[in-house]
């Protein structure tokens, strides 16, 4: 009975993970950035993880600024995860992020943010689809002239859902990310090229790595992809090593002044 209800656990890890990871502002596969969307810009993200063993469901969902200040930015948004038919309220999530952007005071100042994310509404022990996994994490970045931005953290999370194969907690970790500048393109039709890379610690099924490159086909949108290497590919679907990510973004400025 033990191993019966241990794999019922993981099943419902397994429909989740995916969820866990609800989209605020990301490098890569982690919120291991202090960029926080503009103030009244809404972003929207339309996310895919697929692999020849398994799959996560796709992720839609809508982050904006809510706040009109130069040195603190706010964000907050939501996730939509198509799981299994009959677990939709499982799939919706919410998040939130606070941050000082970088030369807030002064050329010295890093960038600094702290958010939630995987905010769930199906909270019931007993029902399958609990969805509160409240990841807190927090990080501070910094950019390194024709280098790249550099950014560092940490994160943690709900014990009983973010554990391991054996039900182990494993909530809590470090995060790292990097971006490169921005290598210009000027293109039609592609604008500009990123490569983006971060790390995020633990045996749980946030636990990964991964690498890819963001295509701006304008400024405002782009489309990232690459692969996301698993740090235990026993809480992953199919107990895939990996899956290849493509992740289309668009923000849209609401208040964006015409030319003149």
């Given amino acids: 009975m033990k191993r019966a209800m241990k794999s019922v656990a993981l099943g419902a890890l397994l429909v989740g993970a995916q969820a866990a990871r609800a989209t605020p502002s990301t490098t890569y596969w982690t919120p291991a950035t202090t960029y ?10 339309y996310d895919t993880y697929f692999g020849e063993l398994g799959s996560y469901p796709i992720d839609t969902g809508l982050t904006i600024g809510f706040l009109p200040f130069e040195k603190l930015q706010g ?16 799939g919706f999530l ?10 807030a005071f002064g050329g010295w100042s890093p ?5 939630i994310f995987g905010v769930g509404l199906q909270t019931d022990k007993n029902k399958p689809g609990q969805n509160n996994y409240n990841v807190l994490h927090a990080e501070i970045g910094k950019t390194l002239g024709s280098f790249g931005t550099l950014y560092l953290g940490g994160y943690t999370g709900n014990k009983d859902l973010l554990v391991d194969e054996t039900g ?36 749980s099924a946030l636990a990964a790595w991964g690498a890819g490159v963001y295509l701006y086909f304008t400024p405002a949108i782009d ?6 290497f698993f740090l235990n590919d026993k809480v992953q679907p199919g107990a895939s090593k990996m899956l290849w990510t493509v992740q289309l973004d668009v923000d849209v400025e609401l208040l964006a002044k015409p030319k003149t």
Avoid at 78 to 90: C, I, R, S, W
Avoid at 94 to 103: F, H, I, S, W, Y
Avoid at 168 to 180: D, I, Q, R, V
């Fill in 36 to 45: 926080v969307q503009p103030y009244l810009v809404p972003h929207i993200t």
């Fill in 111 to 115: 960038g600094i943010s702290a958010g």
């Fill in 223 to 228: 489309l990232l992809t690459g692969p996301v």
């Fill in 94 to 103: 919410l998040n939130a992020k606070l941050g000082v952007p970088e030369g």
């Fill in 75 to 90: 964000e907050i948004g939501f996730d939509l995860n198509y799981a299994v038919p009959g677990y939709t309220k499982g």
């Fill in 168 to 203: 182990a907690k494993s909530n809590s970790g470090f995060l790292a990310g990097y971006n490169t500048a921005d290598i210009a393109v000027g293109l039609p039709g592609l604008n500009k090229i990123v490569i983006a890379a971060d790390l995020q610690t633990g045996k």
